[in-house]
């Protein structure tokens, strides 16, 4: 059993594993989006989160912390300088995984994760949204208190058209 065991094998050994996922993650944050397979792509979406975490964080310790994950100093630099402002509102779920469909090979789901590219925008208080009257409708007056006058509604009489039976040509001639 393989209880409090996070994280998935995918059939390699765990240097492989951690080389692997080192090297995604460098290049999710230097292209933005990745094409991969739909395991790799869920496993993926937590240490780049974690790599964000890190980069809103900014201090020293943190950015030594990324880059002991990611290859690249450079890839790095550019996430702690752009970080703050692009995720500064978010709290979690930096990326989206998008399904792309079957890979024609071994017919494993592939899937496209990406960056969310939002930009932190001033968030104002939500006004209601009043309703507006349509000058089509007819208005209801309310009724006074003091006047409890009460109308009994008669039913509507509908109209029944009684065809007339057709007449034959002969009795038409006639």
Do not use: C, W
């Not at 790599?51 to 994950?69: E, F």
């Not at 989206?96 to 469909?101: A, H, M, N, V």
Request: a positive charge; aromatic letters at 2%.
């Amino acid at each position: 059993m393989r209880h409090r065991k996070s994280g998935v094998k995918l059939n390699r050994s765990s240097s492989h594993r951690k080389a692997m996922f080192r090297n995604m993650v460098t290049s999710l944050f230097k292209h933005s989006k990745i094409r991969t397979t739909n395991a790799k792509a869920k496993e993926l979406r937590k240490l780049a989160d974690k790599m964000i975490t890190l980069a809103k964080r900014g201090d020293l310790h943190a950015r030594r912390q990324a880059l002991s994950v990611m290859r690249e100093k450079a890839v790095v630099h550019i996430l702690f300088n752009e970080a703050a402002d692009k995720y500064s509102v978010r709290e979690g779920g930096y990326t989206r995984i998008t399904k792309l469909g079957p890979r024609k090979g071994d017919v494993a789901s592939m899937v496209m994760i990406e960056l969310i590219q939002e930009e932190a925008k001033k968030t104002e208080p939500k006004k209601k949204a009043t309703k507006k009257k349509d000058p089509k409708k007819t208005e209801v007056k309310k009724k006074d208190p003091k006047k409890t006058e009460v109308k009994k509604e008669e039913p509507k009489k509908t109209e029944v058209k009684k065809e007339e039976p057709k007449k034959t040509e002969v009795e038409a001639e006639a």
